[in-house]
Structure formats: structure tokens, C-alpha cells
């Protein structure tokens, strides 16, 4: 059994385990305190566990307050057990062993406590007990509930299997995201719809963090205009599947074109660019990103619709089953679009196209000496990278009915820049995490926020201890938030939160200016 | 027997004793043929072609642009006056291009740094102006006599550039300077995330929409007409202000120990830390400067137009750094030049072709000019950098 405890050896395992061991343990935490908290982001209508836990604080009766007590305690050991583990391993970095077996055991109790009350609160108590309210209707319980199982479960496997995470970080980190992923519609089932909305961006972006991924992280071009090949995606669907030209394509034919499009666009403006390096690949990659959408605006050609765009597209269907009314539908297919894309990446990055790449990033006229073509091999990179952009534009054209020339400006690309950023450049996994936490926080928590602070500030309400809150737009700071994610990663954390190891090593030692290191002292 | 394309070395070798068969060097590009291969060198002399007379295409395309407007030709409506309105348009737009563009080339000169968040510092001191004003009642003052105006400005002129300097120097304190050594990469995106952080800041500071700021009606009044157009005291204000404050700049750049310490940090930071250089210091004066220049360019901009608007520095940061990489980025004299240009281009290229593509025109030129003239009209030619 202690063996099971013990910590790994080797140093560059346990360099890269403890990243997404720390991952997992946040993660386990923030949906626990997630599960936790919905209920206070809900206007407080019924008394029961969900709606209203001051409620159930104030006047508590019965067994079912009790049970929630008791859950309420885990909880608690539960996201207060990663914080004492970052003060233990600031202080001697090394864990104490019999923390991680206590945590083992109220990681398995709590979740099956919570499953227990799950189950009894709604098959069994829910619609006839009297004390615990109305509680059947209000989806957020279930929303609650779903989230702060799904926070054991991952706290369970964290603790649980914690040799067997350190030593395949990249496969436990996947077996986390992936059944999240596959239950956000399910936890959302009979929530409100936007958080339906807010699950099917997330695979958007997604979906255009690994585009991105493909000339940021494998070819070492930064391009900062990346939202243009997402608006030609949007707008070639919406030009193919409305009532503004007649045609009505079904959406399985507009991803491809879409994508095909969009990279035709990626290799135009990948030719004129393939002398530049750097930072002035940059800026003309900016440049184009404000050309289309002004040639968008503009009305080009008569084809895009002005500044109000192009409303009307086609909701997609199978069968009997209309997207528009069931857009949890759109997440699945997403969803599996989605993993189709990341392995074909996945084959690619390690294929002899993937070697070239990372050859050019790292010196191109040495790759070039290899007999790289570095031309076409740039020109592929762009050209998928875009097709991939204007998959995720066809999707999202389709989603959200309507396209218009504002949603594609600056701040899409550096959304999507922060999202490879934050998660780890060149690094698959750390993309599709960065998309998890960026949507999250953009999608999800800064609303919430909003609610929350609506109703907090209610003159009325119990702990209305700050009037002013209900004032703030927190949506509002969405550009903070990318903002300070930049800057944190790259002043912290220059690799990502997984960073890729090839990556790693060029940018926590930096490569240049070696003479002025040495004349410091630092080299 | 060896082709042209292998390099001199081979050749040798191959001259000497064959030890390698001539028909495993020649290039396999020889086999393939056809239309694109006779093309290709047709497409690289007009290449060559544009960017060795890229400077004089440009000027002839905005002295065309001028006569265009002159005639009438596109959407413009022809005539003296409206030539001579658009010229002093593009003059007044011309200096506040001119002040930030400055910024970004001396910042990229002495760290090649592309310096996002140059163009929200513009924006950010555009409020700070009209928070100094409103602290001190400046308005009232400027308002009241020629004396009180000149008062104002000095004022809120050097109010406003001290601190929109600190705040350049303190994002250069905490943002880039932990990454003077790292990739390339790494601080420029640093650079867009406090880009992003300022304009967020402003956005939730002071709201979505323009703000109007009370310094428009400082300077009023018309200084004297030219066959019909009218020229205002503002705009002899605006352009002479940018010129003094470009020439004071060059004058200190190229005087004070502090400017010769600048260009030799520019020059090869290595170098001048061996002499004995405090690099420190010497960036963050830079960055001072820079960001003290786009402070006058902010408030020239306020009291030009009367409001400003939280993402207003992401567009003309985009378009003064175009100007700065026209003039040739690091030369601080080229910027001065760009920025004049760019202005040209701006205003003259939307009256012919409408104004709603000024700025993708803008944003062509500068795609144009870093496809065909990286360097730039004044720069000198670095391989790295293109």
C-alpha cells in the first residue's frame, strides 16, 4: 500500500507529472467548488439544497440537511487538501504520504455520498419530500450536483492513482477532459440554454486552438490575424446555406468547403510572407486580420452583407433531429470533430511534415540545408492551420445563425493566441486544456459573475454586505483576462501550463543574446 | 557540367576529380519544367522591380492621389478647395501618426520589441489629459485669455507626458524587461496581453462608448486662408507641435549623453553594457520618451476631435507602426517622415476610394511594404530582420 504512495523517480518525470498532477488537482478543486457555488449563483426562489444554501444554513432540519452537512465537510477537505498540499511543498517540497491516503479515502467517501444523495434526492425523496422543497425543478441542483461528482471523481483518480498519473501525464490528462467533455451536455441537460451555447464555443475554440497550434506552435509562425480564416469559414457558410444567395447546402458539405476555402486564403497569404520571420510575420499577419473583416464590412463584391452580415443560415439536421432546437447536438458533432482533428494532428506533428516543421522553427536555414523545402512546408502550415479555422467558421456560422463583420476582430485572435498560450504552445493536450480554462472563465464564470453579483447586492438578500457589486459588468472584463493571461504566462510560465519539452527547453533558456548573458554573469 | 545553382565549393571539387557524378548535383527542379518555372523569374524581376523603386512608386501613387482629388476622379468631389482641406487633413492626421510612430521605432530600435501596448498608451494618456484638466480646472483657464491657454497647455502637456512616461516605464519594468533575453516570441506576446490589459482597464473604467473630452474648444479661430481653404489655428498648433516635439527629440538623441548612450544600445547592447552603459536605465528613458511622445500625440488628438474612445489606440497603433516601418523602423527621423505619409495616404486614399477603406488601404501598405521593402524607405538593410 505504501509503495502505491510513493513518489516517482527520475526528474524529468516528475518535472512533467507534477504539472498535470497540479492541473488535475485544481481542476478536481474548481468543480468542486464549482458544483458548490452554482446554487449561489441562482436567484434564491425555494428553500432545498440547490437554490438557496442559506436556507438550508439558517434553519437546518431533518436528514437531508444533515446528509448535506456531511457532504458540505468532504467538500471542504476536498478543496482545501490542494491548497495544504501547495503550503507543504513550499515549505519542504515534499508531500507528507499519510495526507494523500486520507484524501484517497474522503475522495471515495465523498463521491459516493454524493452519488447516494443524488440518487435519493431525485428518485426517491425529490418529488414527494416536503422538506427538501421543490427541488425536481430546479436543474441547477442536478447542474450542482453532476459538477461536484464529476470533482470527486477526478480528486479520486488524482489521489487515487497517483504513480500511475505521473507517469502518463498526457493519458490521465486526456481521460479527464474527455469524459468532461462528453458530460457537458449532459450536466447542462435542462439548463439554461446558454451554457448550452457556452459548451458548443468551447469546442470552437477548441477546434481553433489546434489550428492555431499547428503554424504558432509546430512552424514557429506567429499569426496574429487568425480570426480572418475563421470569418472566411463563417462566411462561406453563410454565403452556401441562407436565403442571402439561394443555395442551401447541408452542413456536412460546408465544413469542407469551408475549410477549403479558408486554406486557399491560408496559402495566399502565406506566399507573399514566406521572407519574413518573426515579428514582422506578425504584423502582416495582423494586417490581413483587419483586411477581411473591413473587406467584410465594406460589402466586397456584393457577397458578405455589410456591417449587419449575413443572418438566416441553415440550422443543420439529421434525420428528424434539427440542431436549432437541440443544440447539444452541435457540441456532440463537435465533440467528435473534435478528435478527429486532434488525431490527425497528432499523426501529423510526428510524420515527416511535423519533423520539418519543428526543423524550420528552430532554424530555418538549417532546415533548408537539410533539403526541407521551406517554402512549401511554410505553405502547408498556414493552409492547414486555416483549414482547420474554417471548419471551426462553418460550425460557428451554423451555430450561431447569423455572422457579422465585429465577431471576427483582433480580440478572436487573441483569444485564441491566449488560449495556446495559456495551455502550452505546440503542445496538443495544453491547447485543448487552455481552451477548457479560457472558455470557462470567459463563457462561463464571468456571467455567472454578473448573476451572482446581481443577487448578492439585492438589498434583501442575507449577505448583501456589498451594495456596489450588483453594478459591475463583469463581462466586461473579458479583455483583462486575456490579457493578464498573456502576460502571466509568458512572465511565469513561458511554456504553458503543459508545455511541450522541445518548447520548454528554447524558452525557459532563451536562445539568444548568449554574449550578453555571459557578460552578466548568467550564462 | 555542374550547374550554376550548386555553390562554389562543389563546383571545385567537381572541377578537380569528379568525385561525385554532375548528375547527382543538378538541381531536381531541372526535370519538372513548365509554365510556373518560366514564370517564376518574370515574377522575380517585377519583385526586384518594386522594392528597388518602391519609394518612388509610393510617392508617385500619393502624388497621383493628389490630382485624383484634384479631379475628381472616384468619390472624391474635385477642386482647389477640397485638395487643399485634404491635404491639411492628412498634415494634422500626419503629426499625430508621426508622434507615435516614433514611439514604436525607438522602442523597436533598442530592443526590437514591437511594442503592442504603445498605441493603448496613446489612448491611456488621452485620459489621463482629461483627468488632469479636470482636476485642475484647466478648462476654465484655457478658455479664459491667450495667457491662461498657454498656461493650460504647459501645463497639461507636461503633466500628461510625465505620467503617460512612468506608465511606459513601468510596463517596460514589469512586462518586458524579465524577457529582454528570452525568444522573440515571448515578449511580444507579453506585448499583446498589455495591450489587451489596458484597453481592458479602459473599457471598464470608462465605459464602451466615445468620451468626450472639454479640450476641443481650447484653440479656435482661423489663422489665415488659402484660396478658399480655411486653415485653423488648431492645425498650425498640432503640426507645430509635433515638429518641435520630433526635434526636440532629435536633438536630444543625438546631443545628451543619454541619446549617445541610446544609440550605442541600439547599436549592440553587449557592446555598450562593456562600456560601462547602464542598459536599465537607458531602455527606460526610451520607453519614457516614447510613451511621453504619445502623450502629446493624445492630446493633440483631443483637442483636434474632442473625444476618444477605449480601443481607439489598437487601430492607430496598427497604422503608426505602418508608418514607422515605412520610414525604416529604428530611425527615428523615418518614423517623423512615415508618419506624414501614412497620413497622406490615409486621408487622400479614403477620398478617392471612400473612406470606409482607409484603413484596409493602410493595412495593404503595409503588407505591401513589408512584402517588397522590409527596410523600409530610410532603414538600412538587416538581413535578421526581414
Known sequence: MLRFFRRPVGSAQRAQGSTVFWILSVTASGLLLMGWLLPWFVEPTASGIGTSPQDVLLNPAGFADFLIYVIAATMLILVLSPLVEIAARIRKRQLPQIADRARLIAAVAGLALTVAVWLLVRYILGPRDSTLGPIDSHTVTDSAVWLTMYGYGVAALVYGARTWVLSRPNVAFGLVVLPFGALLPLMFHQAPDFLLWAAASLAVYTLLGLGLNIVVGFAGLLDLGYAAFFAIGAYACASFASPNHHIHLPLWVLIFIGAAVASVFGGILGAPTLRLRGDYLAIVTLGFGEIIPDLATNNVLGLTGGPSGISGIDQPSIGPINFGTNPQWFYWSLLILSIIVVLLLRNTEHSRLGRAWVAIREDEVAAAATGINTTSTKLLAFAMGASVSGLAGAFYGSIVTIVTPEDFSFSVSVAVLSIIVLGGIGNITGVILGSFVLTLVIFWILPHMNEWSMTVSAPDHPISFLPGLGTVNFTQYTYMVYGVALILMMLLRPGGLLPSRARRVELEKGIESESLAAVQGRA | ?386
Open chain 2, 1 to 386: 557540367m555542374v550547374s550554376e545553382a550548386s555553390g562554389s565549393g562543389v563546383g571545385r571539387s567537381a572541377e578537380a576529380g569528379l568525385l561525385v557524378s554532375p548528375a547527382g548535383l543538378a538541381p531536381r527542379e531541372r526535370e519538372t519544367g513548365g509554365l510556373i518555372r518560366q514564370a517564376i523569374p518574370v515574377v522575380r524581376g517585377l519583385y526586384l522591380l518594386a522594392s528597388r523603386y518602391f519609394a518612388a512608386i509610393l510617392l508617385g501613387a500619393i502624388l497621383l492621389s493628389i490630382l485624383g482629388v484634384y479631379l475628381g476622379w472616384g468619390k472624391a468631389a474635385g477642386g482647389t478647395t477640397l485638395m487643399g482641406e485634404q491635404i491639411r487633413n492628412a498634415l494634422v492626421l500626419g503629426a499625430i501618426y508621426a508622434l507615435i510612430a516614433v514611439g514604436y521605432t525607438m522602442v523597436y530600435g533598442i530592443i526590437e520589441l514591437i511594442n503592442f501596448a504603445h498605441g493603448d498608451v496613446f489612448t491611456l494618456s488621452g485620459f489621463y489629459a482629461f483627468i488632469i484638466a479636470g482636476w485642475l480646472g484647466l478648462d476654465s483657464m484655457a478658455t479664459s485669455g491667450i495667457g491662461g491657454l498657454l498656461l493650460a497647455l504647459l501645463i497639461i502637456f507636461a503633466l500628461t507626458m510625465a505620467a503617460a512616461g512612468l506608465t511606459g516605464m513601468a510596463i517596460e519594468r514589469v512586462a518586458y524587461r524579465r524577457l529582454r533575453d528570452a525568444p522573440r516570441l515571448a515578449p511580444l506576446i507579453t506585448a499583446i496581453g498589455v495591450s489587451f490589459l489596458l484597453e481592458g482597464f479602459m473599457l471598464v473604467k470608462f465605459g464602451p462608448d466615445n468620451f468626450p473630452t472639454h479640450n476641443a474648444n481650447w484653440i479656435t479661430g482661423q489663422a489665415f486662408n488659402v484660396g478658399g481653404v480655411s486653415i485653423g489655428t488648431k492645425d498650425i498648433f498640432i503640426v507645430g507641435i509635433a515638429l518641435l516635439l520630433m526635434f526636440a527629440l532629435g536633438a536630444f538623441v543625438r546631443v545628451t549623453r543619454l541619446g549617445k548612450a541610446m544609440r550605442s544600445t541600439a547599436q549592440d547592447r553587449a557592446a555598450a553594457l562593456l562600456c560601462g552603459i547602464n542598459i536599465n536605465r537607458t531602455i527606460s528613458v526610451t520607453f519614457f520618451i516614447g510613451s511621453a511622445l504619445a502623450a502629446g500625440a493624445a492630446i493633440i488628438y483631443s483637442i483636434n476631435y474632442g473625444s476618444i474612445q477605449w480601443s481607439l489606440g489598437f487601430r492607430f497603433g496598427i497604422i503608426a507602426f505602418t508608418a514607422a516601418v515605412l520610414g525604416g523602423i529604428g530611425n527615428i527621423v523615418g518614423a517623423g517622415i512615415g508618419g506624414f505619409l501614412i497620413g497622406m495616404i490615409y486621408v487622400l486614399g479614403g477620398s478617392l476610394v471612400g473612406g470606409e477603406w482607409s484603413e484596409s488601404l493602410i493595412f495593404a501598405v503595409l503588407v505591401l511594404i513589408l512584402t517588397f521593402k522590409p527596410v523600409g524607405l530610410f532603414g538600412i538593410d538587416v538581413t535578421t530582420r526581414a
